[in-house]
């Protein structure tokens, strides 16, 4: 089974230039997630889409950044401009989100994440 | 934002000796989840432990969850140079996966 595919793996663009990602997810994995990861630490959520529905955009810089999902399945991600302080790894990762039984579900499992998109700006 | 909290922030050790790492969190949790990653690489799933579970196993893997500390520890038992890599624990709550910082485990030959 393919897992999740993202490209560009490296990219290397100036500031104020357009840049965007592409992530495929898993087949059959109703939820899509793009993290941002700067050096040492942690992914930090960018914007979360279940099928086609962006449900969790909070963290996403809305003046520079935008994404897509287009029948719910591929992704895209897109900075314009771009600046120097977003030189970092975007990371795709893609789940299979049960549909909601009386309340939260304590079994939502794990993510499946891409090899990640490495930027650079200059 | 970053909920969950690993300690140390490095962890270096020779092959055949246990690596514990540990994880605080803030919030109250679904469940609570363990990945790593190789360097350049994405992060990999390895272990998952429900609000209502204390301790998990996996291989080599020992997870314990203590929600009335807010904390999570993994245990590598018997580690291996390839266990080299940096791991997150990853808090859910609702839909939401939050990732701590990450420890960096280094496993010398």
């Known amino acids: 089974e393919a897992g999740v595919v993202q490209s560009p793996r490296y990219k290397i663009i100036e500031k104020k230039q357009p840049v965007a990602f592409w992530c495929n997810p898993i087949?059959?994995?109703?939820?899509l997630y793009w993290y941002l990861q700067n050096l040492g630490q942690g992914p930090e959520l960018l914007i979360r889409?279940?099928?086609?529905?962006?449900?969790?955009d909070s963290q996403l810089p809305k003046d520079r950044f935008s994404a897509e999902r287009l029948k719910g399945v591929d992704s895209t991600l897109k900075i314009q401009p771009a600046e120097l302080g977003d030189s970092a790894v975007y990371l795709c990762a893609s789940s299979f989100t049960p549909p909601l039984a009386g309340g939260q579900n304590a079994n939502t499992g794990e993510l499946f994440f891409g090899e990640g998109s490495r930027l650079t700006v200059l | 934002s970053q909920q969950g909290e690993e300690d140390p922030q490095a962890l270096s050790i020779q092959e055949g000796e246990n690596a514990t790492m540990n994880c605080s969190y803030k919030?109250?949790?679904?469940?609570l989840q363990w990945y790593r990653q190789n360097s350049g690489r994405g992060l990999v799933h390895l272990i998952l432990i429900r609000s209502n579970e204390r301790e998990k196993h996996s291989g080599r893997l020992r997870v314990t969850l203590d929600t009335s500390k807010k904390s999570s520890s993994l245990l590598i038992t018997a580690s291996r140079a390839a266990d080299t890599a940096s791991y997150f624990c990853?808090?859910?709550?609702?839909?939401?996966?939050?990732f701590g910082k990450g420890t960096l485990l280094t496993v010398n030959p």
């Open positions: 889409y279940e099928n086609e529905e962006a449900v969790d």
């Open positions: 990853a808090t859910r709550s609702n839909y939401k996966l939050t």
């Open positions: 087949s059959g994995h109703n939820t």
């Open positions: 919030t109250s949790i679904n469940n």
